[in-house]
């Protein structure tokens, strides 16, 4: 499995993200809807992409215990999107989850890019 695949589907998650996140804010619920369910299907590539990656430490590599936390931050930050677009129409407090945001998103970089080897090959 090429890192670039993985790469595309975050990239490409943030982005549908940030654009139904935009939608609903501007009470257009209609796009933010359709945006939303694209979303959810790209987190299903995010997780087989994810889940390729993840398989070969599982081989006694002594970075097997970074790995799994890379992983779990991953779904966590899937966990994050979601708990945001699905708040955000109903007025719910997202601050909580924007703090959230922003810690899940610094341990995947610094896993991902900087401890974890396989970066941008
Ligand atoms: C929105 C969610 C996610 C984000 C933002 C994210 C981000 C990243 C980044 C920045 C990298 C390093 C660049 C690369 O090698 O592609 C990476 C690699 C990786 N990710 Fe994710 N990821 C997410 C979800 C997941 C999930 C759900 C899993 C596992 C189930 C996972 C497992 C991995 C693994 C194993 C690597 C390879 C690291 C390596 O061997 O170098 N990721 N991810």
């Known amino acids: 499995m ?8 975050w990239a490409l998650g943030f982005i549908l993200f940030a654009i139904a996140y935009v939608m609903y804010k501007q009470g257009k619920m209609k796009p933010g809807k359709i ?11 995010i997780l087989y992409t994810g889940g390729s990656l993840i398989t070969p430490y599982f081989n006694g590599s002594p970075l097997m215990p970074e790995a ?9 930050m899937i966990a994050i999107m979601e708990m945001l677009l ?13 703090v ?5 998103i ?6 991902g ?3 974890l080897p396989m970066g941008l090959n």
């Open 100 to 104: 959230q945001f922003v810690i899940a």
């Open 2 to 9: 090429n890192t670039h695949m993985h790469i595309t589907a």
């Open 68 to 76: 799994i936390v890379k992983g779990l931050a991953g779904i966590w």
């Open 86 to 98: 699905v708040r955000l129409p109903k007025q719910k407090p997202l601050k909580g989850l924007w």
């Open 113 to 115: 890019f900087f401890r």
């Open 35 to 45: 945006t939303h369910m694209i979303l959810r299907l790209d987190y299903l590539f």
């Open 106 to 111: 610094i341990i995947l970089l610094a896993l």
